[in-house]
């Protein structure tokens, strides 16, 4: 059942399609850019962003590394969720930014908050939470300028899993798990309230694989709300960027943007 506000939360809720993945990419690096030059031009003078790993990796870095002049000086990269794994590990999310993305841009060494994976799970996830309570001092939820999600086909979004008690964490902003159902089982991830907390949350979901779980999430359905379901920002944008492949299944009305439009 959708209570009152849910119902607000969905009516300030952006559902934007693309004929494809290979459209959808230069979209997403505009969403970036206009934000980027938003914040570095407002009183904060930077611009912070939260990463996800899978597909995001290469079609972000895709899509970045092609712009020209892109000036990346002043921005600071935190990650949505990582795996406490050697950088060297191919299940690195850190790793595979820093091979295709970080190693090609001018974004300065400090301000990339990367995860120490040589702690334990629980220590690694609170020297996590200090790295992001020291670059967002006076916060005590860090607000992030955008935060960029993906979905896994079970409705899960940064390493917040349906069922799980991380989805009823309030306290911490960054929380370690060990039972992560996804392998590899260790790793940190924000929790809701500094997902909620951003100014602009973007889910980008891509292929028919994700149609069915879109739907429930999109337009709701009988069971618990998946975790990409309760990110509802409190005050900020949520959009969503989908393919037509992803988004076959939807009866909600969604916007087409034409070619090269600014989000």
Known sequence: MLTLSNKKDMSSRRVLVFPSAAELGPALARLVTARADQACGSARGRFSIGVSGGSLVGMLSKELTALPNLDCSRWVVGFCDERVVPFSDPESTYGLYKDQLL??????????LAINPTLPVQECAEDYARKLSESFPGEAIPVFDLLLLGMGPDGHTCSLFPDHPLLEESQKTVA??????????????????????ARCVAFVSTGGSKASVLKRVLEGGEGPLLPAARVTPSKGELLWLLDEPAAASLTLQVERPASGAHL
């Open 103 to 112: 190693s090609k841009v001018n974004i300065p060494e400090s301000g990339v």
């Open 176 to 197: 370690p798990i060990s039972d992560s159902p996804k392998p590899p089982p260790q790793r940190v991830t924000l929790t809701l309230p500094v997902v909620n907390a």
